[in-house]
């Protein structure tokens, strides 16, 4: 019986992400479409604050204008986290150096001419010895700076299996090839 209450509820779920999508898909004014390529920089927090000194990666990917506030797509690129350093007389610790390859579709929002908003979702492989990586999700804020230069701030976290890898980030990301 429990199964039969929940199917009304599952298709009242359906019908209302839908609905969300369709809002979102017809709002119009300014989405950014065509290839992406950026940097950032990053501060770790949590987990691997006492393990990485800072982070920097490169983004990659394609957004498709949904309508014109709207665009979605897929990214990638490389996140790089440059080892601490311990030298002491009792503790020497030899760390490594630790990197993702994030694999991820996208949705960025643009509520006005020059601001956006949206998330990265999907898969960070490990490609350091020992790192299996995990799931990777990126909320993103950005700010337009010419016609295809863009600032953002973001924060990654990527779920692995018995830690978190966080890290606040910086980044200049430029649109070509529209």
């Not at 599952?10 to 940097?39: D, P, V």
């Not at 490389?78 to 020497?92: A, C, P, R």
Request: aromatic share 12%.
């Amino acid at each position: 019986m429990g199964i039969l209450r929940l199917k009304p509820k599952a298709k009242q779920m359906n019908k209302y992400i839908i609905a969300c999508m369709i809002a979102l898909i017809s709002i119009g004014l300014n989405a950014q479409q065509g290839f992406k390529l950026g940097i950032q920089g990053g501060l770790p927090i949590n987990d691997f604050n006492d393990e990485v000194a800072m982070s920097t990666g490169i983004d990659l990917g394609y957004m498709h204008a949904l309508g014109e506030r709207v665009d979605a797509g897929i990214v990638t690129g490389l996140i790089y986290g440059f080892h601490e350093t311990f030298h002491s007389e009792v503790v020497i610790r030899d760390l490594q150096d630790i990197q993702f390859l994030p694999v991820a579709a996208a949705v960025h929002i643009w509520p006005s001419n020059s601001f956006s908003f949206g998330l990265e979702g999907g898969y960070a492989v490990g490609i350091n010895k020992g790192n299996d990586g995990g799931l990777y999700y990126r909320p993103i804020a950005g700010y337009l700076v010419s016609s295809g230069a863009a600032i953002n701030l973001s924060y990654t976290s990527i779920n692995l299996e018995s830690r978190t890898w966080n890290t606040f980030n910086f980044g200049i990301l430029y649109t070509f090839l529209r």
